[in-house]
C-alpha cells in the first residue's frame, strides 16, 4: 500500500501536468525585468537571499544598484570568485550547483533517476545530432535558486552552433525528476555545440517553471521566449565564423533557474565525482582520456 508521502507526491505531480506552466514562466519573466524602486531593492533581494540560502558576500557591486529583479538573479561574481583549474586536458564544472547523476550514455540512454531514463535523442531533438555522444560520457547539473546562475564552458573550444528546442516547463527539483519521465527532453531547451581538444561537446541548458528565458553571452540575439530569432518554433543555427571560448568562459545564463547537461563523445573523457555532489564553476569534474 503507498504511503502518505507518495499520494501527496502523485497528487502534487497531477497538479503540476495542469498547470499552465508556459505562461506561469513567461509572466515571471516579465515580471522579473520589472523595475524596481531603488528603496525596495535590498528588502526585495535580501528576502529572497535569504529564503532561497544565497550567498550575497561576492557582489560585483552593491546590492541596491541592480536595477530588476533578473539583473540580480542572474549578477555576475567579482573577478577571481571561481579560479578555473587550469591543468592540463581538465574538464570543469561549468556552473555552481550539484551533480544530479553521470555516467556514461551506454545504447544512448542517460539516468534521470533511479528507475527513469530517456535518451540522447530525444534531448538533442534528432538522431543526426545524438549519433556522435552515444555511447559517451554525461553529467547533469542541477542549479538551485541560491546558486549562480551564469553558465560557462567545461573547456576551451569554439562554438560551432546552437539548437533551440520548444517544450514544456516542468520544475526539474527532485519531485519531477522522480515523476515526470523524460522531463528532460520534455523541457524546452537551448543545446550549444562546442568544438574542442576532447572533440565534439553538447551543453544543454533546460528550462524549468519559472525560468523567464535563457540568453548567450556570445551571442545577443538568442533570447528565448522572443518573438522573432528565436521564436516558439526554434531553430538551428551554425555559425559561419565560430567564436573561440577560453576554459571557464562565460557561455549564458539562465534567468531564473534551472539545470545543464553536458554531453562528450564516446572514450574522450572520463569524469568524477557522485549524484549528490555538491560542484562549483572551475573545479575539476574530469579530464581527457589522453591525460589519464
Given at each position: 500500500m503507498p504511503s502518505w508521502s507518495q499520494?501527496?507526491?502523485?497528487?502534487?505531480?497531477?497538479?503540476?501536468?495542469?498547470?499552465?506552466?508556459?505562461?506561469?514562466?513567461?509572466?515571471?519573466?516579465?515580471?522579473?525585468?520589472?523595475?524596481?524602486?531603488?528603496?525596495?531593492?535590498?528588502?526585495?533581494?535580501?528576502?529572497?537571499?535569504?529564503?532561497?540560502?544565497?550567498?550575497?558576500s561576492q557582489l560585483d557591486r552593491p546590492l541596491e544598484d541592480f536595477e530588476r529583479f533578473d539583473d540580480f538573479f542572474a549578477r555576475p561574481l567579482p573577478p577571481g570568485a571561481r579560479p578555473i583549474d587550469d591543468?592540463?586536458?581538465?574538464?570543469?564544472?561549468?556552473?555552481?550547483?550539484?551533480?544530479?547523476?553521470?555516467?556514461?550514455?551506454?545504447?544512448?540512454?542517460?539516468?534521470?533517476?533511479?528507475?527513469?531514463?530517456?535518451?540522447?535523442?530525444?534531448?538533442?531533438?534528432?538522431?543526426?545530432?545524438?549519433?556522435p555522444f552515444e555511447g559517451g560520457a554525461y553529467a547533469t547539473l542541477y542549479l538551485a535558486p541560491r546558486d549562480y546562475h551564469r553558465v560557462h564552458t567545461p573547456i576551451a573550444g569554439k562554438v560551432i552552433g546552437y539548437r533551440h528546442i520548444p517544450g514544456a516547463f516542468f520544475p526539474v527539483n527532485p519531485l519531477s525528476v522522480r515523476n515526470v519521465a523524460g522531463l528532460f527532453s520534455i523541457n524546452e531547451r537551448l543545446v550549444v555545440y562546442l568544438d574542442t581538444e576532447v572533440g565534439r561537446v553538447a551543453e544543454v541548458f533546460v528550462a524549468a517553471t519559472g525560468v523567464g528565458h535563457i540568453t548567450l553571452s556570445i551571442d545577443?540575439?538568442?533570447?528565448?521566449?522572443?518573438?522573432?530569432?528565436?521564436?516558439?518554433?526554434?531553430?538551428?543555427?551554425?555559425?559561419?565564423?565560430?567564436?573561440?571560448?577560453?576554459?571557464?568562459?562565460?557561455?549564458?545564463?539562465?534567468?531564473?533557474?534551472?539545470?545543464?547537461?553536458?554531453?562528450?563523445?564516446?572514450?574522450?573523457?572520463?569524469?568524477?565525482?557522485?549524484?549528490?555532489?555538491?560542484?562549483?564553476?572551475?573545479?575539476?569534474?574530469?579530464?581527457?582520456?589522453?591525460?589519464?
Open positions: 499520494v501527496r507526491e502523485r497528487v502534487a505531480v497531477d497538479l503540476l501536468r495542469f498547470t499552465p506552466k508556459g505562461t506561469f514562466s513567461r509572466g515571471v519573466g516579465w515580471a522579473a525585468r520589472q523595475h524596481v524602486p531603488r528603496p525596495l531593492r535590498r528588502a526585495i533581494y535580501g528576502g529572497f537571499a535569504r529564503y532561497a540560502g544565497a550567498d550575497l591543468g592540463p586536458g581538465v574538464v570543469v564544472s561549468p556552473v555552481d550547483g550539484r551533480i544530479s547523476e553521470l555516467g556514461i550514455a551506454d545504447g544512448g540512454r542517460l539516468i534521470q533517476c533511479k528507475g527513469l531514463d530517456y535518451t540522447v535523442r530525444g534531448l538533442l531533438g534528432g538522431a543526426d545530432e545524438a549519433r545577443d540575439a538568442v533570447w528565448t521566449h522572443r518573438v522573432g530569432r528565436l521564436g516558439r518554433e526554434g531553430q538551428f543555427c551554425n555559425y559561419a565564423s565560430p567564436p573561440t571560448i577560453e576554459r571557464g568562459g562565460e557561455l549564458g545564463m539562465f534567468h531564473l533557474g534551472s539545470t545543464v547537461i553536458l554531453l562528450f563523445e564516446p572514450g574522450r573523457v572520463v569524469l568524477g565525482g557522485r549524484a549528490g555532489d555538491p560542484v562549483r564553476l572551475g573545479q575539476k569534474l574530469g579530464s581527457s582520456t589522453r591525460i589519464n
